[in-house]
């Protein structure tokens, strides 16, 4: 199938950053979402964001459009891409809207972080063509796209749905069963809970624990995963070595991992930490800095890739 427009509801971080994605990839994209500085919002997006995608304000702007309201800016898509607040009856009542107001070819995906599409489509006249389409913050940028049918999502939505994704140059993947937080928020949450955890006791401050993470871990995950990088953490042996000579250290570790207590006075402490090591940037010095490092990060994995081939 062609995609030729693509309707973003919801113009806050995510919603931008698809804005701009999309338009990079020759998407005419109408932009909705009631806030009053939605132009202002989104011109300074397609600057921030053009030279990230290769392109250009004067390539991107003129493929990007404010709609008065969700109708209009649904009415011709082929894609809708939702991007509002976590909320159950908000999306029920969205996507009601969208089911009714869109042609009835278009893919209708959510950025849902958390909620399967099912708790919101279940009432829905239509529900064959809803399903998740979460990307990581942010989406311009980090190429995954967790692709997460519901209960009444067809098949052929799904197929649409990936074959959209890698056209918009995003890496897709398929999951089989609804979870709520799906696989990625899952993992970082349960790493976020170790992490808190360490600096509450007080093992490292939250810049040293960022510190270990970026020349270890996170080295080590961009480029293989966790399982492929215990597959070879294993030698010639390989996984099956690995899980026979530490899984049972393993296991027991596992159950000393920390719980953090969260209360009031220790949340407040850590958000003062975290201030402390990182308060004397702006948020914009700091994403530059993040998205500047990704972008070197994506560059070098593509000319790894290129070797390959």
Do not use: C
Not at 133 to 147: A, D, K, Q, W, Y
Request: aromatic letters at 6%.
């Amino acid at each position: 199938m062609t995609f030729r427009t693509a309707a973003v509801i919801g113009a806050g971080t995510i919603g931008l950053s698809w804005t701009a994605l999309f338009a990079a990839h020759n998407l005419d994209v109408q932009v909705s979402d009631p806030r009053p500085d939605l132009a202002d919002a989104v011109a300074d997006a397609l600057e921030t964001f053009a030279p990230h995608l290769g392109r250009t304000v004067a390539e991107l702007a003129p493929r990007v459009h404010l709609a008065t309201d969700v109708a209009e800016a649904v009415r011709n898509a082929d894609v809708v891409q939702e991007n509002g607040p976590e909320n159950v009856e908000f999306k029920k009542d969205l996507f009601a809207t969208l089911v009714r107001e869109a042609p009835s070819h278009a893919l209708l995906l959510s950025s849902s972080s958390a909620i399967p599409s099912t708790a919101f489509a279940a009432e829905l006249d239509d529900a064959s063509r809803v399903l998740i389409g979460h990307p990581f913050n942010p989406p311009h940028l980090i190429p995954l796209v967790e692709v997460v049918p519901g209960e009444r999502t067809s098949a052929e939505s799904v197929e649409r749905a990936v074959e959209f994704y890698r056209f918009a140059g995003r890496t897709p993947v398929v999951e089989r069963k609804e979870i709520p937080g799906f696989v990625g928020n899952r993992l970082q949450n349960a790493l976020s809970r170790e992490a808190i955890y360490l600096v509450e006791q007080g093992v490292v401050s939250p810049s040293e624990l960022d510190a270990v993470m970026t020349n270890s871990l996170g080295i080590r995950w961009s480029t293989v995963g966790p399982f492929l990088g215990s597959h070879l953490g294993g030698g010639p042996g390989g996984y099956r070595h690995m899980a026979e000579h530490i899984g049972k250290s393993m296991k027991k570790m596992w159950a000393g991992l920390g719980q953090p207590s969260q209360d009031p006075e220790q949340q407040e402490r850590l958000i003062e930490a975290v201030e402390s090591a990182y308060g004397s940037s702006t948020y914009s010095e700091l994403a530059e800095t993040r998205d500047r490092k990704q972008l070197a990060v994506l560059s070098a994995l593509d000319g790894a890739a290129r070797e390959e081939n």
